[in-house]
């Protein structure tokens, strides 16, 4: 019997973000990777994505679904690509939930106990509607397991793909480095921590740092300013806004190094897109980084000055030694798309 499957790609709403791009491919990959005798893919996404796989069923997103889903008579899964989502088939009982969880971030980001267990408790009624979890990485497992109660769900495992970074490209508006640069991408907000490279600066001040991310947190943008001129390495620090897919490719592919001392990630894209053309990889050594970048990156274990400036022209030099651009793309490599929905169409067909 043909099992029908509904792929929940409401946060492709918000453009620049991981899930948008989490959505984007492995919606592609389940297109091309779904067997038409045996499943039929509907994507369920807002209007501004109508052009996206404009051959597959479609059911619209609008906010009303909050309060009251369509029946969807007919539909067997429903998967929803975010853990703290609040478009779910509650009434149908029928329909079997996959959920992907991406992070428990707000247990390291969040100071007020109450807004913990808030979200906490939220994530909690998604997990008792679902079927199947299926977590990003092998330390968000860690952490489902550790803080939600699962029951007698199966809980999967299934690593993110690599993004390909294609047209490598600047053009007439873009930043065009003036030294060699440092990189580092995501949105600005205290998580990502893109302040303690600041200092990086000042003892590497043949250098540009190039940081491309929307703004969340205005706030932390103005701090991050306040301490490039307390530090006087503002002249070496560009903040680029958001960036498009060419910009990307080409800072990527002409940076120096790539930098990302995030406190809090449930897998980490941009660690595996800079290690596919690769590149020397600086990370923290928090959350899930070290699994992403395994022994083909270095890891700031604490934050000071002098620690960081170690650790950079150490593995600056163990790079180069080991001439380690092999070794690192390997490892992107075995960061697959093709392979993770190939791996999320077993998990419909188990239900």
């Known amino acids: 019997m043909l099992k029908n499957i509904i792929f929940d790609c409401e946060r492709m709403k918000y453009e620049h973000s991981g899930l948008y791009h989490f959505c984007y491919q492995l919606g592609n990959h389940l297109v091309e990777n779904i067997d038409g005798e045996k499943e039929k893919l509907t994507f369920f996404s807002p209007n501004k994505n109508a052009n996206l796989w404009s051959r597959q069923n479609r059911i619209m997103q609008n906010s009303m679904q909050k309060f009251w889903m ?5 539909y067997d899964v429903w998967h929803a690509t975010y853990q ?6 509650r009434r149908n009982k ?5 959920l992907t969880i991406h992070d428990l971030n707000f247990l390291y980001e969040e100071k007020n106990p109450r807004k913990t267990k808030k979200h906490l408790n939220h994530l909690q009624d998604n997990i008792d509607r679902s079927d199947a979890i299926i977590c990003i990485s092998e330390f968000c497992k860690k952490d489902v397991l550790n803080h939600c109660r699962v029951g007698d769900k199966p809980v999967y495992m299934i690593h993110n793909g690599n993004n ?3 047209n490598p490209q600047l053009d007439s508006r873009s930043y065009h480095p003036k030294k060699p640069f440092l990189f580092s991408l995501g949105a600005i907000c205290r998580k990502k921590n893109f302040h303690v490279l600041l200092p990086l600066l000042k003892f590497n001040r043949h250098l540009e740092l190039l940081i491309a991310g929307v703004t969340q947190d205005r706030s932390y943008l103005n701090d991050i300013w306040s301490l490039a001129r307390r530090l006087r390495v503002e002249d070496n620090l560009r903040l680029l806004g958001s960036i498009n897919e060419s910009e990307k490719s ?7 190094a790539f930098a990302f001392p995030s406190i809090a990630e449930g897998f980490g894209l941009p660690v595996a897109e800079a290690m596919s053309v690769g590149k020397p990889v600086f990370l923290s050594d928090r959350t899930s980084l070290p699994e992403i970048g395994s022994n083909a990156a270095f890891y700031f274990s604490d934050f000071t000055e002098t620690h960081m400036q170690n650790v950079f022209e150490n593995g600056m030099q163990e790079y180069s030694s080991k001439n380690m651009e092999d070794a690192i793309i390997e490892r992107a490599n075995s960061f697959c798309w093709h392979k993770a929905a190939k791996q999320y169409i077993e998990v419909y067909r188990s239900l």
């Open 70 to 74: 369509p029946a969807l008579d007919g």
């Open 164 to 166: 390909h970074l294609s």
């Open 84 to 89: 703290s989502s609040n478009y779910l088939p």
């Open 94 to 98: 029928r329909i079997k939930v996959v």
């Open 250 to 256: 080409w800072y990527y592919r002409n940076c120096y």
